[in-house]
Structures are given as C-alpha cells and as structure tokens.
C-alpha cells in the first residue's frame, strides 16, 4: 500500500528565507505527484503538477523536483513572503487513478 | 467558470439523522471524488466516480454513499450519522480518467456530528 510522508510537520522561517518542503513515497508506480496549497478553512489549490516522466516543475517562485528511483520530492518556494503562509499538501497519483495524500507541512513565514 | 461547488459549507447533526452533502462542477469533468479530512491524517477517498452512472468505493466508504446521475452532480449522503464521520469533506474533479490531469477541489463541507 502507498504511503506518503512529509516532513516536517511544521515548518517557521523569516520572511525572504528559502522555504524547503519535503514529501516522500514508497511505491515508485505512480502517474504523477501534486503539490496543493491549503488556507486556514478553505479548500485545496494546486501548485504543481508533476508527470512521472518529469524531473521537475517551475512555476514563479515555485519549483518542484521528482525522483522516483528514491520516492521522493521537494517543493522550494525561493525568497518567503508572509503570503505564503499555508499548509502544503503533496499527493500521489497512483497507478488506479486515485489520489494518496501526505498529512501536509504547516509553514508560517514571519515578517 | 464557478469550478467546483459544494454546499453547504457548514453543518450540525445529530448522531442518526441523515443528510446529502452537494457537489456540482461545471468543467465538463469525467472524474469526480470525495475526500475527508480529519487533523493529522490528510485526505482519505469514501467515493468517487468516473462518469454518469459509475460509481465505486474509496478507502473509507462505510457509512456513505453516493450516486452519479448527471456528469455535473456528484451528490454524497450520510444514511446515519455518527460522531466519528465529524470532518471536512471535500469534492474534487478532474478531466481525465487515467491520473495524468490536475484535480480541482471544491472549498469544502465543515461537518459536525453531536
């Protein structure tokens, strides 16, 4: 069974610090990997997706890498903005379609 | 495009009453799901569905379940509620069926269960 982990829990860095997100899976049969943003009583919003044939994925101040040999991929988010803080949520999309969720990583940016 | 919708945003209920949980996308979208999240466990799939008609069980389907009359509704009930099914619940939808797509999320359903 996919289990999909991301560490840490939570996370606080100072406003312009580069924040490093990680998320890590054990089965390497996947069709792609999301990350989403989650908001203080609000829905999900997706950041990135990443095909399993890809490397990585960059979208303004965002990019994300995928390494599927080792289960694991890191969202970076470059030069924090209290704005970003969220909770960051990976998902797996396995094999059936299906989509397997971390627990997420909580960040507050300080200004 | 509204994208996905879900109504309502919050309920009350009693252990035993029964309830549906809306959700409508208006993206024209095959694949349709719902999530709970419970603090500390992300999201868990109870039900989701790959076109009109089609419908099949998650991971947590017990206590629920669904029907996929039009590709737009993806409506979930409650027969019984118990305190164990408090939650956010979640919709989501996607264009296509094989996983290679994006998943749209609706805002969400705060539910308690006394």
């Known amino acids: 069974k996919q289990e999909v982990t991301q560490i840490p829990a939570a996370l606080s860095v100072p406003e312009g610090e580069n924040l490093v997100l990680n998320c890590s899976f054990t089965d390497s049969a996947i069709y792609n990997l999301q990350w989403f943003r989650q908001d203080p009583g609000k829905g999900l919003t997706s950041l990135l997706l990443i095909q399993s044939s890809q490397r990585e994925q960059t979208s303004g101040r965002l990019n994300a890498s995928l390494d599927k040999s080792s289960g694991r991929s890191t969202l970076y988010i470059a030069a924090s903005q209290p704005g970003d803080s969220a909770t960051y949520l990976c998902a797996i999309t396995d094999s059936w379609g299906k989509l397997q969720f971390g627990a997420g990583t909580q960040v507050v940016v300080t200004p | ?114």
């Open chain 2, 1 to 114: 495009n509204a994208g996905v919708t879900q109504t309502p945003k919050f309920q009350v209920l009693k252990t035993g009453q029964s309830m549906t949980l809306q959700c409508a996308q208006d993206m024209n979208h095959e694949y349709m799901s719902w999530y709970r999240q419970d603090p500390g466990m992300g999201l868990r799939l109870i039900h989701y569905s790959v076109g009109a008609g089609i419908t099949d069980q998650g991971e947590v389907p017990n206590g629920y379940n669904v029907s996929r009359s039009t590709t737009e509704d993806f409506p979930l009930r409650l027969l019984s509620a118990a305190p164990s099914q408090t939650s956010v619940y979640f919709c989501a939808s996607r264009s296509g069926l094989a996983g290679a797509y994006e998943q749209y999320f609706g805002p969400g359903t705060r539910l308690t269960v006394t």
